[in-house]
């Protein structure tokens, strides 16, 4: 498992080494002592999964407030995901920058979301699953999220959002 940052400080590409022979492949695809050693926070409090049936769905921009901001591991096990990390830590020399990948089933690969980002993710195949894993555990009243459209972070989305909570579309613009 290699861990590539990224431009955003925080935020990881997770590239899986596979060991493949004539059975498939195998890959390690968590290792706390690795994460440790990136500066990453080690600690999984919770595991969730989504679901998403038709490509064009958008999921985000979501994060958690202090004092329960959370890391993130995202990795796509079916289908296949635009994943994208939005730095919010007003302190950060990329602020407001965000970073995207592809994952896939695939792939392999994961995006660590560090606590202060958004995240969110546009489905690019119809029946995707992501997997996350997080560092604390989910608290709704300290739940927040961002307008995934918004002028003020310019995300670079690969096709058109067909799917998406109200929710989602009506948070307010950052201005």
């Not at 969730?48 to 049936?53: D, E, G, K, P, V």
């Not at 769905?57 to 995202?74: C, D, I, S, Y």
């Not at 989305?157 to 109200?166: A, K, Q």
């Not at 989602?168 to 201005?175: F, V």
Request: aromatic letters at 10%; glycine letters at 8%; hydrophobic letters at 40%.
């Amino acid at each position: 498992m290699v861990l590539d940052p990224t431009p955003i400080p925080g935020c990881h590409v997770v590239r899986p080494e596979r060991h493949a022979d004539d059975r498939g492949h195998f890959a390690r695809t968590w290792d706390p002592d690795a994460f440790a050693a990136a500066g990453l926070d080690a600690s999984v409090a919770q595991c969730s999964t989504s679901f998403n049936a038709r490509a064009g769905t958008l999921r985000g921009m979501h994060w958690q407030a202090a004092p329960h901001g959370e890391q993130k591991l995202v990795r796509c096990t079916r289908g296949a995901v635009y994943d994208v990390c939005l730095d919010l830590r007003t302190d950060s020399p990329t602020f407001r920058q965000w970073h995207a990948e592809t994952l896939t089933a695939d792939n392999g690969l994961a995006l660590v979301v560090p606590p202060g980002c958004a995240h969110g993710f546009l489905t690019l195949a119809d029946d995707s699953e992501v997997f996350y894993t997080m560092s604390t555990p989910y608290v709704p009243d300290a739940g927040r999220g961002a307008r995934y459209d918004d002028p003020a972070f310019g995300i670079a989305w690969p096709r058109e959002v067909t799917v998406i909570h109200p929710r989602d579309a009506g948070y307010p613009l950052a201005g």
